[in-house]
């Protein structure tokens, strides 16, 4: 009886040792390749979520403006009519300079002309009017207010008159 124990005692053999190890060393180098995978994929999420954050960091800023904006072309229209040239050149420059700071943190103007085509995915139809032109139908007929772009987000539709 003791001979059969001291046999079930025996130490494994340099080969299953070595072969043992082997595959201990490829679990580990799995576990590794899976986690620095993992870790890369993280960088590449956490940059995106950086750049899209530094991007929009200032929309709420921005959106407040919008406002100030839209009372600043309204007085420049009212100024176009003044004589006073003093006054415009002064107030026109310093309606630009507030422009190129805007432009400059990424707002951008939406273009929209009369007679462009409506397009839901940029557009905001405030209403719908009758039109004699049947080219007219389907397309922008008046511009209502501007629409603003903060790089590639719309914060603001610009609201249209849809020819019907």
Do not use: C, W
Not at 11 to 31: A, F, G, R, W, Y
């Amino acid at each position: 009886m003791s001979d059969s124990k001291s046999k079930s005692k025996k130490k494994p053999t340099l080969k299953v040792q070595v072969h043992n190890l082997e595959i201990s060393l490829k679990e580990e180098k799995d576990k590794f390749l899976r986690l620095f995978a993992e870790f890369e994929n993280y960088k590449k999420r956490t940059t995106k979520e950086r750049l899209d954050l530094y991007k929009t960091a200032s929309q709420e800023l921005m959106t407040a403006l919008l406002s100030v904006i839209d009372d600043m072309n309204r007085a420049s229209l009212e100024f176009d009519k003044s004589k006073e040239k003093g006054l415009v050149e002064g107030f026109l420059l310093i309606k630009n300079k507030f422009s190129e700071i805007l432009k400059f943190q990424g707002l951008i103007l939406i273009e929209v002309e009369k007679g462009d085509e409506f397009d839901v995915e940029i557009h905001e139809a405030i209403t719908q009017i009758p039109v004699d032109d049947s080219n007219m139908k389907g397309k922008v007929i008046d511009v209502i207010e501007s629409g603003y772009k903060l790089g590639d987000k719309i914060i603001r539709y610009p609201k249209v008159v849809v020819g019907n």
